[in-house]
């Protein structure tokens, strides 16, 4: 791949995780101007993000799918990447902060398996019980871009009735990992 195709290329995905990130943090704004609990607001943004994924799949597809074969991403998409965990991150230590989260039943043994870039994006490692809230919060990021390759790709139409409600469902269940209520079918 030339200079030109992968610059072009890079500035398509840093386009793309910033147009993920902005619908991300405005309907994380939204949510916070109205009071919402850290588990609305995981609920309204993980929306966000499906929203932005359907709405611009080719975009969603190039940050998410399949590697571009001889592309290496640049020093200059980290901080439009981060931009997704960041929102998450932001809502989970506000969730420790306001005392919404549940210890976990099985807390992670041994030390820390993060880098120290994550434990920053986070803002420090809590103590225990929570001790491993940035570790569990990457499995629900990865939980969260996960489910939607699965329904941007068109894996749960054939599964389940109505993709909506299995994806709100979805979100629940994987915040259940990190102690997090998320109100589902109310």
């Given amino acids: 791949m030339g200079k030109e195709q992968a610059d072009a290329l890079t500035a ?11 619908a991300m943090e405005a309907a994380d704004r939204a949510a916070r101007e109205v009071g919402a609990s850290a ?8 929306r966000a993000l499906r ?3 359907f709405g611009d799949v080719a975009a969603f597809t190039l940050i998410y799918g399949s590697p571009v074969p001889g592309y290496h991403a640049p020093q200059e998409t980290v901080a439009p990447a981060s931009r997704t965990p960041a ?7 506000a969730a420790l902060e306001a005392g919404e989260l549940t210890p976990p039943k099985r807390p992670l043994p041994g030390p820390s ?11 420090g490692l ?8 940035v ?15 699965f329904q941007v790709f068109s894996r749960t139409h054939d599964s389940v009735r109505d993709e909506g409600a299995f994806f709100d469902f979805a979100i ?3 915040a259940e990992g990190i102690g997090l209520e998320v109100p589902v079918g109310e």
């Fill in 39 to 46: 588990g609305e607001r995981l609920l309204v943004v993980a």
């Fill in 172 to 174: 629940a269940v994987a």
């Fill in 51 to 53: 929203g932005w994924a």
């Fill in 126 to 133: 809590p103590e225990a019980p929570f001790a491993d809230v």
């Fill in 113 to 123: 398996l993060l880098l120290p870039a994550a434990v920053e994006l986070f803002g």
């Fill in 87 to 93: 929102v998450l991150a932001g809502i989970v230590r």
């Fill in 12 to 22: 398509r995905i840093v386009a793309a995780y910033d147009a993920s990130g902005v």
């Fill in 135 to 149: 570790e569990r919060g990457i499995v629900l990021w990865s939980s969260l871009i996960g489910l939607l390759v």
